[in-house]
């Protein structure tokens, strides 16, 4: 307790001797006093003594014709002191020293001392036995001390028993209840350097690696133990993203807190931000509203520094102006200079606020490592009463399944997203392999069941708006979102606020942008799958949930409005990304439909692509048949390429085509060469003829090369051409037939020039869906194989194959 002593200084003997005896109280701890005499030289005095009489629980006027004549005591000590009293903050005793006329004070309604049996007050120095008399009142300020102890203690243990009813359970996603203690996971907090928070688009993408920070994490120096960054740091501000655990962490500090664990002599004050009604709010009455106290008996507290003041949720006021008041209020509060002795930590979304408050330390929530998502995982099943031995086993099957899927494992690193895979685990008894199939479950169960958790009033008309919607269509609106802004190559990230708002109003069809802001903050408070990074700039909270509405989108499009995405070299970029990330069957296959569908209608491609197959169906090797099928469509479709193979043939073709490709690939050129009076064809022909000897063939292209004049080379060039002009179309055809009777090769397709584009773009997408596909983790091995199986084949086979895909009615899964 700390006592203030208000005297005139001639009656300076009288307070030493008080002084001396109160040097138990002292030495016990009771007290702390302080008078006039403790001013150190150089020190501003009036300044001293009023910020000493402000902190004073105790303050006692020592009475006497001196003490009522000093201007000072009587005009700014003892009037500043019944101030204090009558606000119930501090407690004035008037202790007379010397008889005089203190009744008609103003403080003379107080009961004084010393007391004589009976009653009434005698004064110091008509006491015959002077020791006796400064006993009496040293016994006095004992029991005044202890009925302040015992108050403050009366609050404290009101206060604890409010934190540990209302915060010593939490809520699963599963309505499973819990205590704090079992399933809190010590918090790992990651420091931050004091600055300002960048609020630009250009200044964030500079610092925000959009394709590699797939949680949004950006620099970072070093990890702490949580619960020794709150011991260490009397001002803290603890940020993070949506369901990173600020909310459980700061919990758990007021439930430890509350038990004796944590700052024992401290008395609890948690305040929900998300609370907050009227911008009139004002903390100090938010504070005396927890402590179930006036604000002039709160202030007693702040200044005696009894309060650990923990206030959850800055992000989730309601505007940014608003936020940056209550911002101030808490630090001109914390700041206060009387202040010092409590404790403020405050939680808030990363990179909400502008600027980090002056004074506090500035540290963000980490992701789970490796052994808190194993204490994650056993304390959620351990909250369903299994066994030692079952919880065990339920780890062991959960940790299985996440080593097994690295897609899987990305998402146990941030607890909302380990909550849902222990959700969806724990009632189906597995995880799913694909993680679409657990975006797709998690998903529905954040927007089914995360408005009512929340019960946040605050943004009555965007909760109106949104909760009328049905669930499909609040999933429809997420998807567009996500995937509009994926269109973006540069930045598929962050939103402009007003960019987002128009679009959500343009989805839902509302009447004006203030409408879709307010959807867009319901979004927001109600699930966090989208966030403000900073002032009207924002993200969805994790690069995997945009990620996942963007495939679905595409998923939901039509063939031709797919392929038209596969052929655009921005959306490749895309869709490599996604299927880097986001293993996608569905997609995949959607894909090699909307490839395949593109040449439907055109009856000459098919036959086309039907004679390939035929081809490759004849031929005997131990090629995969899609690469033959790629062969033969080069064949045909690239000159350039097997004329290039053509010139280094000597040193590698042999080795790389097996006998029967060799020789229609040399039939293939000498029909080209026929077709462009290449003077090479001679010795083409014997080339060819040295591949088949003895067979109909070879007579009939010995017939044919009988027919050549002699010497049709080079070196009688004149000669040769003019054979060629009266007699080579006949001769060319007559060798086309040869082809197309004895290899089934050498078919004159005469592609028009526009048939010749739609088969290279057709080409051009089977070899990116094949880029796709060599990326590890990018559908399941059983649907990249039947995707290669089936490359560059004619829409008939298809249909026999997959009649349920490619029927004459397009079905979509």
Not at 84 to 90: E, F, G, P, T
Not at 485 to 498: A, H, I, T, W, Y
Request: net charge negative; charged share 30%.
């Amino acid at each position: 307790m700390k006592l203030f002593i208000s005297y005139a200084h001639k009656d300076e003997s009288l307070r030493e001797k008080f002084d001396t005896h109160l040097s138990l109280l002292k030495r016990q701890g009771v007290i702390e006093a302080w008078h006039d005499r403790e001013i150190k030289p150089g020190t501003e005095w009036a300044q001293e003594i009023d910020s000493n009489l402000d902190k004073a629980d105790l303050i006692l006027l020592l009475v006497s014709s001196d003490f009522l004549a000093s201007d000072y005591c009587y005009e700014r000590e003892m009037k500043r002191a019944i101030e204090l009293h009558d606000k119930k903050v501090a407690r004035v005793i008037p202790i007379v020293l010397r008889s005089c006329d203190w009744e008609s004070a103003p403080f003379g309604k107080l009961q004084g001392l010393p007391i004589v049996t009976g009653g009434g007050i005698k004064p110091v120095n008509k006491w015959e036995d002077e020791d006796e008399v400064w006993t009496q009142i040293v016994k006095n300020i004992r029991k005044v001390a202890a009925e302040m102890k015992q108050w403050v203690e009366e609050i404290r243990a009101r206060c604890c028993q409010k934190i540990l009813s209302q915060y010593s359970t939490i809520q699963l996603l599963n309505q499973t209840e819990i205590t704090v203690d079992q399933l809190y996971v010590d918090v790992w907090l990651l420091n931050r350097s004091p600055r300002t928070f960048l609020v630009s688009e250009d200044k964030m993408l500079e610092k925000f690696d959009l394709r590699n920070d797939r949680l949004g994490l950006g620099d970072r120096i070093k990890r702490n133990e949580g619960m020794a960054v709150a011991h260490e740091n009397t001002r803290l501000l603890i940020l993070g993203k949506p369901g990173a655990g600020k909310t459980t962490f700061l919990k758990h500090l007021a439930v430890d807190c509350s038990k004796g664990k944590f700052q024992p002599d401290l008395i609890p004050v948690l305040i929900e931000l998300r609370q907050i009604q009227s911008e009139e709010w004002n903390l100090l009455d938010a504070i005396s509203e927890q402590l179930a106290l006036d604000p002039q008996q709160t202030q007693k507290l702040l200044v005696q520094g009894k309060l650990l003041v923990l206030m959850d949720g800055l992000d989730e006021v309601p505007t940014s102006s608003f936020r940056r008041n209550v911002q101030d209020q808490v630090c001109d509060l914390a700041q206060e200079p009387k202040h010092e002795g409590n404790r403020f930590t405050l939680t808030c979304r990363t990179q909400i606020i502008e600027t980090i408050p002056q004074g506090f330390a500035s540290v963000e929530v980490a992701d789970f490592n490796s052994e808190q998502v194993k204490t994650f995982v056993e304390n959620w099943v351990c909250a369903s009463g299994l066994t030692e031995s079952e919880i065990a086993q339920q780890w062991q099957e959960f940790s299985d399944a996440i080593e097994a899927n690295p897609a899987l494992k990305e998402l146990t690193v941030t607890p909302v997203l380990l909550s849902l895979m222990c959700w969806v685990f724990q009632d189906s008894g597995e995880l799913p392999t694909q993680t679409a199939l657990l975006y797709e479950k998690g998903i529905r169960l954040l927007l089914e069941k995360w408005n009512d958790r929340k019960e946040i009033s605050r943004w009555e008309g965007g909760n109106e708006v949104y909760r009328k919607l049905e669930l499909e269509q609040k999933e429809r609106l997420l998807t567009e979102i996500a995937a509009w802004k994926f269109e973006n190559p540069e930045n598929f990230v962050l939103f402009e606020q007003k960019d987002l708002a128009i679009q959500i109003a343009q989805i839902l069809k509302l009447s004006n942008v203030q409408e879709g802001e307010a959807v867009l903050r319901a979004i927001e408070a109600q699930h966090g799958l989208l966030v403000e990074r900073a002032d009207e700039l924002w993200s969805f909270s994790h690069l995997t949930f945009q990620e996942h509405f963007t495939v679905r989108w595409l998923t939901q499009l039509s063939s031709e409005q797919l392929a038209q995405r596969i052929a655009h070299s921005r959306w490749q970029e895309v869709l490599k990304q996604l299927v880097k990330s986001q293993p996608a069957d569905r997609l995949l296959k959607l894909m090699k439909q909307a490839i395949d569908n593109t040449l439907v209608q055109d009856d000459k491609i098919q036959e086309f692509l039907n004679w390939v197959r035929e081809k490759t169906e004849l031929i005997d090797t131990s090629h995969k048949p899609v690469a033959i099928r790629a062969f033969y469509f080069d064949l045909v479709c690239d000159p350039n390429l097997y004329r290039t193979l053509y010139r280094p043939r000597s040193h590698t073709l042999a080795r790389l085509l097996d006998l029967d490709l060799d020789l229609d690939f040399d039939l293939n050129l000498d029909l080209d060469l026929a077709r462009v009076l290449d003077l090479n064809l001679d010795c083409d022909l014997y080339r060819v003829l040295a591949r088949v000897p003895n067979s109909e063939l070879a007579l009939k292209l010995q017939q044919l090369k009988s027919q050549l004049p002699e010497g049709f080379s080079t070196q009688n060039c004149q000669a040769s051409m003019s054979w060629w002009h009266s007699n080579g179309q006949a001769w060319a055809e007559a060798l086309r037939q040869v082809t197309i009777k004895h290899r089934n090769i050498g078919h004159n397709w005469q592609f028009t020039e526009a048939q010749k584009q739609a088969l290279r773009r057709y080409y051009d997408a089977n070899k990116f869906l094949v880029e796709l596909l060599k990326h590890e983790g990018a559908g399941s091995v059983s649907v990249r194989q039947g995707i290669e199986d089936n490359l560059l084949l004619p829409i008939a086979t298809l249909q026999e194959r997959f009649p349920e895909m490619y029927g004459r009615d397009e079905i979509r899964e």
